[in-house]
């Protein structure tokens, strides 16, 4: 494993008019695309820069559907997963998915809800859905999403794993549960119990929303197991960002704390999947 190992609070505020000393500036062209509409994706379905395509692997619960991303270049490509909030997998988490493969990733966004027919339309139905997912199974559906992007024949067999709200919470478990993985990047995401954190193998990039008392009340219980446990973690708190802040089609979105972590999030990838 790469990087530093962290024994000590990380906590980095942001700011008004905070500068960032060698900030990563990949991808932050995406977001000038945005057209301020939230029917609008960053990066469209027929991009000719990429290939997608919805698909499905085999995983616990039987095939779970997923969206499919990559450059077109046939090249070989670390492997990114990126795990949607509690309604599914959303046209959103799609255009995610897209953004991070044009960064230069394979990537997947699986469904978690494909053992009950995939995502419905309907917001308030597929959040209900959720509630009703056997949570151990739906671990292991998106661990077996690890396994297809490690053995899958254009890539590099690193993997790293990426989710939002519950889908921050889901990535947790992902690095508890798979030793395969090589990185995690929860956003405000519920936190492993303290004995799960010594299976957690990958470097975790855990972001965290300034205005978010429920999540942000695990974090002091996280990070001493964190260190004691020896993983090597970061944690960036975006001060007056409530949960959900990355989300650009939500009300809470929070762009200048969306902007600074995704450019963190994929320099982290990025250092964690190709060297």
């Not at 290939?51 to 499905?56: A, Y």
């Not at 992902?174 to 993985?181: I, Q, R």
């Not at 855990?206 to 197991?225: Q, S, T």
């Amino acid at each position: 494993m790469t990087g530093t190992k962290l024994s000590r609070r990380k906590y980095v505020k942001v700011g008004a008019g905070l500068v960032v000393a060698g900030a990563v500036v990949a991808g932050y062209y995406l977001y000038t695309l945005m057209t301020g509409s939230k029917n609008v994706p960053v990066i469209p379905k027929d991009d000719p820069r990429l290939h997608v395509e919805d698909m499905k692997y085999p995983g616990e619960t039987g095939d779970v559907l997923a969206h499919l991303a990559r450059p077109k270049e046939n090249m070989r490509l670390p492997g990114v997963i990126v795990i949607h909030e509690n309604r599914g997998l959303v046209p959103h988490i799609k255009d995610v998915a897209r953004r991070v493969a044009l960064e230069g990733f394979l990537v997947v966004a699986p469904d978690a809800l494909s053992p009950l027919g995939g995502t419905p339309e309907d917001a308030d139905e597929a959040r209900s859905l959720i509630q009703k997912l056997d949570s151990q199974a739906t671990t292991k559906d998106f661990v077996a999403a690890v396994k297809y992007l490690k053995t899958h024949p254009q890539s590099t067999g690193k993997v790293g794993c990426m989710g939002f709200c519950w889908g921050g919470g889901v990535t947790n478990q992902v690095a508890v549960n798979s030793p395969d993985l090589k990185a995690a990047v929860p956003f405000y995401g519920m936190q492993p119990t303290s004995e799960d954190v010594p299976k957690i193998k990958s470097p975790l990039l855990l972001h965290y929303a300034g205005v978010d008392e429920r999540i942000n009340n695990g974090i002091p219980a996280f990070e001493a197991a964190l260190k004691k446990a020896s993983v090597d973690y970061k944690i960036y708190m975006y001060e007056n960002a409530e949960h959900g802040f990355f989300n650009d089609t939500s009300p809470r979105y929070h762009e200048r704390s969306a902007k600074l972590s995704w450019e963190r999030t994929i320099a982290f990838l990025k250092q964690k999947l190709e060297t």
